[in-house]
């Protein structure tokens, strides 16, 4: 399990940090290849899926994140292609002659630029550690606990990972569990 947790940490976060602690979960679980989907219920009252999949090819991408709204979304994919879908109207449906929306509601994108020399393109902070750091570094220089990658983030992702240690596949439990 312990390389399970260095997988699982990172999308926890994620999901940890845009709806809050999960307090109902489930999971399958397939045992060749290792892919496993959850089902999340979060404290907030929203749910999702956590799906970690197994046997991608060498050079694709890890990771993709998708967040729905009401009638909008974003994607992003790798960490580095972020995609939002405006809300907007879109034709009825099967009566529609054309795929194209109104300008005002098409999606947007971003991707960093790599080819310039700028600080800003390394992976420093692409991956999110200059910000970390400096979240941090403002909070103790301004005598205060920081705000975002608290200890108790960290516990309510363990107890995900501990619910993955500790519940059989296919079986819904409320979070925390209940001390062995």
């Known amino acids: 399990m312990r390389g399970f947790l260095d997988h699982l940490y990172h999308p926890a976060a994620i999901l940890h940090y845009l709806m809050g602690p999960v307090e109902r979960f489930g999971f399958e679980w397939e045992p060749v290849a290792g892919s496993t989907v959850a089902s999340l219920r979060f404290a907030s009252g929203a749910v999702g899926t956590l799906h970690l999949a197994a046997g991608g090819g060498p050079a694709s991408p890890l990771e993709r994140v998708e967040v729905m709204g009401s009638g909008a979304n974003a994607v992003l994919e790798n960490g580095v292609k972020l995609t939002y879908y405006r809300p907007g109207r879109s034709g009825e449906y099967g009566r529609t002659g054309s795929f194209l ?55 309510a992702i363990m107890r995900l990972f501990e619910a993955y240690q500790r519940v059989p596949a296919g079986t819904y439990v409320t979070l925390p569990l209940e001390a062995p």
């Open 101 to 155: 929306v109104d300008d005002d509601a098409a999606a947007l994108r971003w991707e960093p630029e790599f080819s310039l020399g700028q600080l800003a393109n390394k992976n420093l902070f692409y991956l999110g550690y200059v910000r970390e750091i400096q979240h941090f570094c403002d909070a103790v220089l301004a005598g205060r606990p920081p705000a975002k990658g608290t200890l108790a983030d960290s516990l």
